[in-house]
């Protein structure tokens, strides 16, 4: 699944890490009001962008991550904000995001192909 994705990004393309963040940060809020696959994507895109940027192979990026479902939404997006907020003394933060992130669709009520469609058409 994650994979159509990863090869729809254009590696060659990337800003540094830190622009990467900034545009996930500036997505967030969106998630959070949208709710909705378009919204979702548009910010999953910045989160595999990091990823590919931090010189993730395409298995590396997921293979590690399981899941994180927090207690409700609000808790949700706080971790997501702490994982991007503490990366700096902590060495997973990446997977940790990721394992945030691919659980938020599920939160959201979220259909994974929808996702996936709205990813790679953003190319």
């Given at each position: 699944?994650?994979?159509?994705?990863?090869?729809?990004?254009?590696?060659?393309?990337?800003?540094?890490?830190?622009?990467?963040?900034?545009?996930?940060?500036?997505?967030?809020?969106?998630?959070?009001?949208?709710?909705?696959?378009?919204?979702?994507?548009?910010?999953?895109r910045e989160v595999?962008?990091?990823?590919?940027?931090?010189?993730?192979?395409?298995?590396?990026?997921?293979?590690?991550?399981?899941?994180?479902?927090?207690?409700?939404?609000?808790?949700?997006?706080?971790?997501?904000?702490?994982?991007?907020?503490?990366?700096?003394?902590?060495?997973?933060?990446?997977?940790?995001?990721?394992?945030?992130?691919?659980?938020?669709?599920?939160?959201?009520?979220l259909s994974w192909?929808?996702?996936?469609?709205?990813?790679?058409?953003?190319?």
């Open positions: 699944m994650y994979d159509s994705m990863i090869k729809s990004i254009n590696a060659s393309e990337l800003p540094e890490v830190d622009i990467l963040i900034k545009n996930l940060r500036s997505k967030l809020p969106k998630v959070y009001n949208g709710k909705n696959a378009a919204e979702f994507a548009d910010a999953f595999l962008k990091i990823g590919i940027a931090m010189d993730y192979k395409t298995m590396m990026l997921y293979l590690p991550s399981r899941p994180k479902l927090s207690q409700n939404l609000v808790a949700h997006f706080q971790n997501i904000n702490k994982s991007i907020a503490t990366r700096s003394g902590n060495k997973d933060w990446f997977h940790d995001l990721f394992a945030l992130f691919i659980a938020l669709p599920g939160i959201l009520s192909d929808e996702i996936e469609k709205h990813v790679v058409s953003l190319n």
